[in-house]
């Protein structure tokens, strides 16, 4: 059944309701005097998103408040609830949070530190890792002009990885939190991050919850479709990722044991999916961690002739590795997705090729991969004949918008894209090599 809000692709209006105030009612016509075609609604009570709810305008030119009314309720109805809240407020970890940039968007760029330099955290600091190619016009100073928290370093090593470790050797925080430059956080995401990595020390590594800035583009809304943004189900409920209890070593390696806050698993899948645990827009490990799994892969990465795949690898290495990794929904940023379908296009095939390219480097780097990914491919076989679907009880909250496919094409792009992979990973560790041996 299509959508109603991708027959025309005109655009849909995200809009932030939050369950404790009065409803809004929702106009069909935009400021320039179009419509939209419908809203996607984020759903949030006492501050946490707990749904994404999707709405077209039927016909009318105005969404009533008591509409609106209706779906928030039943919403926040359908949602669990929040785990309870710790008996006394905990110390909250120091955060340097890393923002690699080649100072291709300087006015996302721009907007996404001002909302960092305002973060509700007492202690934290924020790197900006300028990663720009030589005779890139200097427009840092001013960018960064009038943000206290905000600070530069040079990493002149092309590719989103060598900026992260230098990022990383840079910070001084308990926790290095990372996000893009293309990405506007929410005032709560940092204290998000650090009462999680207080309240389980446990955990690694925690990432949050990525939702789309605009979805004004068709390119916007397939992106929306064949990914759900970021690669998988998006969730609204708290989350642990840790190596599954298993027969054998391999298979506790290979396997990966989803958690909800009680500790009870909820279902398990490859370590290869570990895409499932969130992206590098938004992720945040303890810094020992990084000391104990790092660096990222200088050759991998946007960047790079790999092009991707690095914050999946340093998933997988945590988790493979004995880690754990946490989910917070209340951790949210929000991403703007590329408008415009060639770029789309360039970003899907990119994502196929990133993805060998890190099975690439982990085989590289540990052998036993081999028969990591050997003992998953009935794993891969299974989700293949039932259509790859989520296991029941998986929460899908923009089913409506999920409902028409993006061209065919996209996912032929993926595929060509992971055969390239193996080898444009060999060409960027030659091309790492080359550089390293100039210096």
């Given at each position: 059944?299509?959508?109603?809000?991708?027959?025309?692709?005109?655009?849909?209006?995200?809009?932030?309701?939050?369950?404790?105030?009065?409803?809004?009612?929702?106009?069909?016509?935009?400021?320039?005097?179009?419509?939209?075609?419908?809203?996607?609604?984020?759903?949030?009570?006492?501050?946490?998103?707990?749904?994404?709810?999707?709405?077209?305008?039927?016909?009318?030119?105005?969404?009533?408040?008591?509409?609106?009314?209706?779906?928030?309720?039943?919403?926040?109805?359908?949602?669990?609830?929040?785990?309870?809240?710790?008996?006394?407020?905990?110390?909250?970890?120091?955060?340097?949070?890393?923002?690699?940039?080649?100072?291709?968007?300087?006015?996302?760029?721009?907007?996404?530190?001002?909302?960092?330099?305002?973060?509700?955290?007492?202690?934290?600091?924020?790197?900006?890792?300028?990663?720009?190619?030589?005779?890139?016009?200097?427009?840092?100073?001013?960018?960064?002009?009038?943000?206290?928290?905000?600070?530069?370093?040079?990493?002149?090593?092309?590719?989103?990885?060598?900026?992260?470790?230098?990022?990383?050797?840079?910070?001084?925080?308990?926790?290095?939190?990372?996000?893009?430059?293309?990405?506007?956080?929410?005032?709560?995401?940092?204290?998000?991050?650090?009462?999680?990595?207080?309240?389980?020390?446990?955990?690694?590594?925690?990432?949050?919850?990525?939702?789309?800035?605009?979805?004004?583009?068709?390119?916007?809304?397939?992106?929306?479709?064949?990914?759900?943004?970021?690669?998988?189900?998006?969730?609204?409920?708290?989350?642990?990722?840790?190596?599954?209890?298993?027969?054998?070593?391999?298979?506790?390696?290979?396997?990966?044991a989803v958690q909800d806050w009680d500790g009870a698993e909820v279902r398990r899948?490859?370590?290869?999916?570990?895409?499932?645990?969130?992206?590098?827009?938004?992720?945040?490990?303890?810094?020992?961690?990084?000391?104990?799994?790092?660096p990222f892969d200088e050759a991998l990465g946007t960047g790079t002739p790999a092009?991707?795949?690095?914050?999946?690898?340093?998933?997988?290495?945590?988790?493979?590795?004995?880690?754990?990794?946490?989910?917070?929904?209340?951790?949210?940023?929000?991403?703007?997705?590329?408008?415009?379908?060639?770029?789309?296009?360039?970003?899907?095939?990119?994502?196929?090729?990133?993805?060998?390219?890190?099975?690439?480097?982990?085989?590289?780097?540990?052998?036993?991969?081999?028969?990591?990914?050997?003992?998953?491919?009935?794993?891969?076989?299974?989700?293949?004949?039932?259509?790859?679907?989520?296991?029941?009880?998986?929460?899908?909250?923009?089913?409506?918008?999920?409902?028409?496919?993006?061209?065919?094409?996209?996912?032929?792009?993926?595929?060509?894209?992971?055969?390239?992979?193996?080898?444009?990973?060999?060409?960027?560790?030659?091309?790492?090599?080359?550089?390293?041996?100039?210096?």
């Amino acid at each position: 059944m299509t959508s109603p809000l991708l027959e025309d692709h005109r655009p849909v209006h995200v809009v932030v309701v939050d369950a404790e105030d009065a409803a809004p009612s929702l106009p069909a016509e935009r400021g320039d005097g179009s419509r939209w075609a419908g809203v996607w609604l984020v759903v949030r009570r006492g501050g946490a998103p707990v749904a994404v709810v999707e709405a077209g305008f039927g016909g009318q030119d105005v969404l009533p408040s008591d509409t609106v009314r209706v779906l928030v309720d039943a919403a926040v109805a359908g949602h669990p609830g929040a785990p309870p809240e710790p008996p006394t407020p905990p110390v909250l970890p120091s955060v340097s949070v890393v923002v690699p940039t080649n100072l291709a968007r300087p006015g996302q760029l721009r907007a996404s530190l001002v909302a960092l330099d305002a973060l509700d955290h007492p202690d934290f600091e924020v790197v900006v890792v300028d990663n720009s190619r030589p005779g890139t016009p200097e427009v840092l100073p001013e960018l960064v002009a009038g943000l206290s928290r905000v600070r530069v370093v040079r990493e002149p090593v092309p590719g989103i990885s060598a900026a992260r470790n230098a990022g990383v050797r840079s910070a001084r925080g308990e926790v290095v939190a990372f996000t893009d430059d293309d990405v506007q956080v929410d005032p709560g995401w940092l204290r998000a991050l650090a009462t999680r990595f207080a309240v389980r020390p446990d955990e690694d590594a925690v990432t949050g919850l990525i939702l789309p800035a605009e979805l004004e583009t068709a390119a916007q809304l397939w992106f929306e479709r064949h990914y759900g943004g970021f690669g998988a189900t998006r969730v609204f409920t708290p989350l642990t990722y840790r190596g599954a209890a298993g027969r054998n070593r391999l298979t506790r390696r290979a396997e990966v044991a989803v958690q909800d806050w009680d500790g009870a698993e909820v279902r398990r899948f490859a370590v290869y999916g570990a895409g499932a645990c969130g992206a590098g827009a938004n992720m945040a490990f303890r810094a020992r961690a990084l000391q104990r799994f790092g660096p990222f892969d200088e050759a991998l990465g946007t960047g790079t002739p790999a092009r991707g795949g690095e914050d999946l690898a340093m998933f997988i290495r945590l988790l493979a590795g004995g880690g754990s990794i946490g989910y917070e929904p209340r951790a949210v940023v929000h991403h703007t997705h590329r408008a415009d379908y060639p770029s789309l296009r360039g970003q899907i095939e990119a994502y196929g090729l990133g993805f060998t390219a890190m099975l690439s480097s982990l085989v590289r780097a540990e052998p036993w991969h081999v028969g990591g990914v050997l003992s998953q491919l009935p794993r891969v076989a299974r989700g293949a004949l039932t259509g790859g679907q989520e296991p029941a009880g998986a929460e899908d909250p923009a089913e409506a918008l999920l409902g028409a496919p993006p061209p065919r094409e996209l996912v032929w792009l993926e595929r060509r894209g992971a055969l390239k992979g193996p080898a444009a990973y060999l060409r960027s560790r030659r091309a790492l090599r080359r550089r390293h041996h100039s210096q």
